[in-house]
């Protein structure tokens, strides 16, 4: 790993080597004793990065990747606004909002020196709605034509309002006006795919390792076998803003633990580390720690499939209302993150029609009530006719943290509710992707970090049948909410809808909020430049080490 961030000295005493040995002499001295400082990134991930395909994974080590090595038709700059990327300009709509035209950049290529072109991301677009592709965001294409139709089954994934006009010419049509359109597509999943080399290599193989992968943003990805814990960006020297980018490479490695993260952090391995739990707790004076705000959301899914245990939702209630949040944030966490008192996350977006943020405004109680959670616990099972030891499945990562977590909730369920058993499983991420896939769990450790700013974001993804709504939670009031909001033009009835779902959410305990996500990292003083996004992904494609 390289490690160094500062030039050597050069020769002492040049003006008398001048007088001796001549110009080249000294030229060619300084060449063999001074070295050019390395500028190479350090970054960690906390679990392994297992894909690169955007159109059917949605995983952080994926997006956080792909933020940096790709790029669809605009990306985030350091405010949070879209700025245009492989389009050439911000586009206004036409046909009453309905229809948006790009054109794409002529000097946009990819890392293998295919051009971009219009049909790369009709291509992707369409192959993340192909049931065959066994795509798993699909909902954040809600609005795009004939997008729901192809969702439900339907309409075939052709059918979707997306067209290339040309060979860097791009018509999107949407159902209906989205206020949000231009931040929904700097989401990666709307990234294009550079069509001849994903069918070249095969859809199965695509994205799996770094031979089988092309991008077409600042980096491209090096030494990565596909199972392997540390790998390498390197500057694509066919991108089209190439002087902006002033690294010679990113390498990124697996580090699960906040601890060890800190250790590497200290003896100069990594510039950006993220830390949590009792190793952000005693960070909180240190001078490199940097608090990142994010609309970042850590929950429990819960899985109420017919005959699940938690399918009923007074226990589902129960079992939110035994959880001591503040003594988890204070004592588990100690990063500065703060109890959940709704889904959407503070700071995700002002509602323009209270002035006020949606998070606060939907907020209900967060405050431990086991008496009435007792009470809960006994009717629930009544109903459901629940006899003996309630036996729980607790399913999560394997990070430190989320075992940390884990333990927490364990012992704040068993001690407060009578006859429960909590069994933890904390897997890679392969395996609790499959866990959750094949609804095997009653209780699942998981987080949303808003793609885009909007209450959409985080809501969308709990309707009936939805990809990213693992538990099953499916409720035809809420449904409607969301359908409604989505349908609208009038700004009144969309955050009207978008209220009235959060709470409906919250009275049937849909989920179970935990905690609202404060990054703590200990950064690098030389480490500039990087745009740490509110929703999104941190983007150092245009950082440098001073």
Not at 155 to 171: D, I, N, P
Request: glycine share 6%; aromatic share 10%; with cysteine.
């Amino acid at each position: 790993m390289e490690e160094e961030f500062a030039m050597r000295q050069g020769l002492k005493r040049l003006g008398l080597l001048m007088s001796i040995f001549g110009v080249g002499m000294v030229l060619a001295a300084c060449g063999q004793q001074t070295t050019t400082s390395t500028k190479t990134l350090n970054l960690m991930q906390t679990t392994d990065l297992t894909t690169l395909d955007n159109t059917n994974q949605a995983t952080m080590p994926e997006f956080n990747t792909l933020t940096n090595i790709s790029e669809g038709l605009y990306r985030l700059n350091n405010q949070n606004q879209p700025v245009p990327a492989m389009a050439t300009k911000l586009v206004k709509p036409t046909n009453n909002g309905r229809t948006y035209t790009f054109n794409i950049r002529t000097n946009a290529k990819w890392s293998n020196g295919d051009p971009v072109t219009a049909a790369d991301f009709e291509y992707s677009w369409k192959r993340s709605l192909n049931p065959k592709n066994n795509p798993v965001y699909t909902y954040v294409f809600s609005g795009i034509k004939n997008a729901d139709a192809i969702i439900a089954g339907k309409k075939s994934y052709t059918t979707l309002g997306v067209k290339a006009l040309g060979t860097k010419k791009l018509q999107v049509t949407l159902d209906h006006p989205m206020t949000y359109f231009n931040k929904l597509v700097t989401m990666p999943v709307f990234m294009p795919q550079d069509k001849p080399f994903v069918e070249k290599v095969g859809w199965r193989t695509y994205g799996t390792n770094a031979a089988n992968t092309v991008s077409n943003g600042a980096f491209k990805i090096t030494n990565w076998s596909g199972t392997s814990n540390k790998y390498r960006l390197v500057p694509n020297t066919h991108y089209y803003d190439k002087k902006a980018v002033k690294l010679d490479g990113i390498t990124y490695t697996t580090v699960p633990e906040a601890n060890t993260a800190s250790d590497l952090f200290q003896s100069g391995k990594l510039d950006d580390a993220t830390i949590s739990g009792v190793t952000a707790r005693g960070m909180q004076n240190n001078k490199n720690l940097k608090r990142v705000p994010k609309a970042w959301t850590y929950y429990l899914q819960v899985n109420q499939r017919h005959g699940q245990p938690l399918a009923n939702a007074k226990m589902r209630r129960a079992i939110s209302l035994v959880i001591n949040r503040q003594q988890l944030t204070d004592k588990v966490l100690a990063d500065g993150s703060t109890p959940a008192s709704s889904f959407v996350a503070p700071k995700t977006a002002i509602d323009p029609t209270t002035g006020r943020d949606f998070s606060q405004e939907t907020s209900t109680s967060t405050k431990q009530d086991v008496r009435t959670a007792r009470a809960l616990w006994r009717q629930g099972r009544r109903e459901s006719g629940q006899t003996g030891t309630v036996k729980l499945s607790l399913i999560g990562d394997d990070q430190g943290v989320t075992k940390n977590v884990a333990q927490f909730l364990q012992g704040q369920i068993q001690q407060n509710l009578a006859d429960t058993e909590i069994n933890i499983s904390n897997l890679p991420e392969k395996g609790l992707s499959s866990r959750k896939t094949a609804g095997q769990f009653n209780l699942s450790q998981w987080y949303w970090l808003a793609d885009f700013a909007d209450p959409i974001n985080y809501l969308g993804i709990l309707t009936t049948g939805n990809t990213m709504n693992p538990g099953h939670f499916s409720d035809s009031t809420y449904d409607q909410f969301i359908k409604t909001a989505q349908a609208t033009n009038r700004k009144t009835t969309y955050w009207r809808s978008l209220r009235a779902a959060e709470s409906r959410l919250q009275a049937r305990t849909g989920v179970i909020p935990l905690y609202y996500v404060k990054e703590a990292h200990l950064v690098n003083p030389k480490l500039k430049g990087v745009a740490y996004h509110v929703a999104g992904f941190a983007d150092y494609t245009r950082s440098y080490l001073d």
